[in-house]
């Protein structure tokens, strides 16, 4: 039977640690490797109003079939939505509504990518676009970035000097899963260089929306004046996962194509699913929405990186990003998956960061998300983590009590010693 399977088969790779954690069934296990939404803020009541009134203005259209690219009101307010958030210039013949973000970039990936094409990449990348790209035979490249973002001079080179390169993958917003975001600099940078290549951009907007210090950034569609770049978004973070719907925004030249493919693969996204946000966004505030998960989910960061300052090695190294649901961490000498199974016996887990990069690599690195757990489990959860660290010999911060008296007393070099400890 096997021999019947086509050739893409064997470019999906299976991710153990998403299928056993992504959805934990131990309760006693605190998982920072799922990243559901949190479920508290989900609008439960206005969903159901929002049900109701599309059955009652909608019925007989909302348990149709819809237009292979989503219905009009719906593409028109996301239109005005991306405008406004992201500084696009789309009407509703740029949007295409997909189902959630991961079919956005099946889509792109269908549309552009033939076996050996080059997909360039600033690693670590996500899991979904690594699965969504991989079935199409794509050959990742990664480009080395600051933390400002690609560099663009190593942009250019691999744009000059690979051949076959369809596509750029980039999250300038709170990089999935690593947290950087680009400047504005970077951005400009970035378009400017890649206006003179025959590639198209994929821009994952897909947590945007969560920033929790600073203002938002320009998205690089927005400088983008030949229509190369293409967004996704999506609404599973912001509104509620189990309404599947996300978004893709494109020149009026590439979204005739994308609608295409979106025909080829499901004939029209779920239309009462459609009309159920449409209402929604029509009645409710989303943005106000989107302030309270923000406050929840910045609160959530901040415990986060309070316990890792009181429990990691110093040589532990992690990020406190503006935005986004995930932090990441490096820590020289560690082996992510070897601290992962001394985790698992502490009932605590984490994704490895070898997950993240195509061609090896990540493997002193791992990610936590911060979106379901309360605030108690964090702090749990996170001296768990120290736990199974200091078993495989690396070991928190020694605390020492200073008498002022006697500190006062050493000269400057014993001073310096004991604030080092």
Not at 117 to 138: H, Q
């Amino acid at each position: 039977m096997n021999s019947l399977f086509a050739n893409r088969i064997r470019e999906i790779k299976t991710h153990k640690i998403r299928e056993r954690l992504e959805v934990p069934s131990d309760s006693g296990l605190i998982s920072f490797a799922t990243s559901l939404p949190a479920k508290e803020l989900f609008p439960v009541k206005e969903i159901e109003e929002a049900t109701r009134e599309a059955f009652n203005r909608w019925q007989d259209s909302a348990l149709q079939y819809s237009q292979s690219e989503g219905i009009f009101p719906l593409r028109e307010k996301i239109s005005q939505r991306s405008n406004k958030k992201f500084m696009t210039k789309y009407d509703s013949n740029n949007i295409c509504i997909s189902t959630g973000s991961q079919q956005g970039f099946d889509i792109v990936g269908k549309l552009f990518i033939n076996d050996g094409d080059v997909v360039l990449y600033e690693p670590p990348i996500p899991l979904s676009v690594l699965m969504a790209f991989s079935v199409y035979g794509v050959k990742f490249i990664e480009v080395a970035a600051d933390e400002h973002g690609m560099l663009i001079e190593d942009v250019e080179s691999a744009l000059r000097m690979e051949k076959n390169v369809k596509m750029i993958y980039i999250c300038p917003d709170f990089m999935r899963p690593s947290g950087k975001s680009w400047d504005i600099e970077r951005r400009k940078a970035f378009i400017e260089t890649i206006l003179d290549f025959d590639v198209v951009v994929i821009e994952d907007i897909t947590f945007s929306d969560f920033r929790f210090e600073g203002e938002h950034l320009p998205t690089v569609a927005s400088f983008d004046d030949k229509g190369q770049v293409i967004l996704i978004g999506s609404f599973s973070r912001i509104f509620c996962p189990g309404v599947r719907l996300g978004w893709i925004g494109a020149s009026n030249y590439l979204v005739e194509h994308i609608r295409k493919m979106k025909c080829s693969s499901d004939l029209s996204p779920p239309t009462l699913d459609q009309h159920i946000l449409d209402c929604y966004l029509r009645v409710y505030d989303i943005e106000e929405h989107i302030r309270k998960l923000i406050e929840l989910y910045r609160e959530r960061r901040d415990i986060l990186d309070s316990a890792m300052r009181e429990y990691f090695p110093k040589a532990a190294d992690y990020s406190k990003p503006e935005g986004g649901l995930y932090t990441w961490v490096k820590m020289e000498g560690l082996n992510a998956r070897e601290l992962l199974e001394k985790c698992v016996e502490q009932r605590v887990a984490f994704v490895p960061g070898d997950s993240f990069f195509s061609q090896g690599g990540g493997d002193e690195m791992f990610r936590l998300s911060i979106t379901s757990l309360p605030v108690e489990r964090i702090r749990a959860g996170i001296k768990r983590i120290a736990k199974g660290m200091s078993i495989l010999g690396f070991h928190p911060p020694t605390r020492v009590t200073i008498n002022p008296q006697a500190y006062l007393e050493l000269d400057k070099d014993k001073q310096k010693k004991v604030l080092s400890l």
